[in-house]
């Protein structure tokens, strides 16, 4: 059972460009987290979603930044017109039982990361 | 607003010892917490879970304690080995807050 996968694993783009992020989760399981950490930083939460569902976006910065996670295919994190504030490195997480109202109900299982510089 | 403080933020200890890592949350009210290690230019990986029926939970050389009353979680080594030497997380809350780390280093 493969864990996790993210790539591209790096991933270099000049200001402006677009920075797409992508996250398989480990197979059977349904919820997907993003997480963002930056330099000398902790992990920042940012989107959960399920299936066709964004559940959460609280951690998420209003503009330039969207997630999706498709019936079939990974999720995807997309940044446009990246500024060089976007260099982190990007976490993926996921889990066979959601969030509940308190908190993590399952073990989060995550990914290798990509780390994105903006040039 | 929620924050996580782990304490200490680095340490070094010779192999062999027992050491304990700490982990509070300004808002006492944490019913699920999760202790993770990352190691250097990699991921996440799960070491425990406490839910909220429980108060702790073992895996190995690993036992881990949540406090609900104070908001304290601790991650117990025991028998450290060089290969534990990574940052130690701790998370908790609904929306999954994440403490900046002890940086742990075991001294061969």
């Known amino acids: 059972n493969a864990g996790v996968m993210q790539n591209p694993r790096h991933l270099v783009r000049r200001r402006g460009q677009e920075a797409r992020l992508r996250c398989s989760p480990m197979?059977?399981?349904?919820?997907v987290y993003w997480y963002r950490q930056l330099p000398e930083e902790g992990l920042k939460f940012m989107v959960y979603?399920?299936?066709?569902?964004?559940?959460?976006e609280s951690g998420m910065p209003k503009e330039r930044f969207s997630a999706e996670f498709p019936k079939e295919g990974p999720s995807i994190l997309r940044i446009q017109q990246v500024v060089r504030g976007d260099s982190a490195a990007y976490f993926c997480?996921?889990?066979?039982?959601?969030?509940?109202?308190?908190?993590?109900?399952?073990?989060?299982?995550f990914g290798p990361g990509t780390r994105l510089t903006v040039l | 607003k929620q924050e996580v403080t782990q304490i200490p933020a680095a340490l070094s200890v010779p192999e062999g010892e027992n050491l304990v890592l700490n982990c509070s949350f300004t808002?006492?009210?944490?019913?699920?917490l999760q202790w993770f290690r990352q190691d250097p230019g990699k991921g996440l990986t799960s070491l425990l879970l406490?839910?909220?029926?429980?108060r702790e939970q073992t895996s190995g050389r690993l036992n881990a304690s949540l406090d609900k009353s104070s908001g304290r979680s601790t991650l117990y080594i025991a028998a450290s080995q060089p290969g534990d030497s990574a940052t130690y997380l701790c998370?908790?809350?609904?929306?999954?807050?994440f403490g900046k780390g002890t940086r742990l280093h075991i001294l061969p």
């Open positions: 997480a996921s889990s066979l039982v959601g969030l509940g109202s308190r908190g993590p109900t399952d073990t989060q299982y």
């Open positions: 197979k059977g399981h349904s919820h």
């Open positions: 979603l399920q299936k066709e569902n964004i559940i959460d």
């Open positions: 808002d006492s009210a944490i019913y699920n």
């Open positions: 406490i839910q909220s029926s429980q």
């Open positions: 998370a908790g809350d609904d929306k999954i807050i």
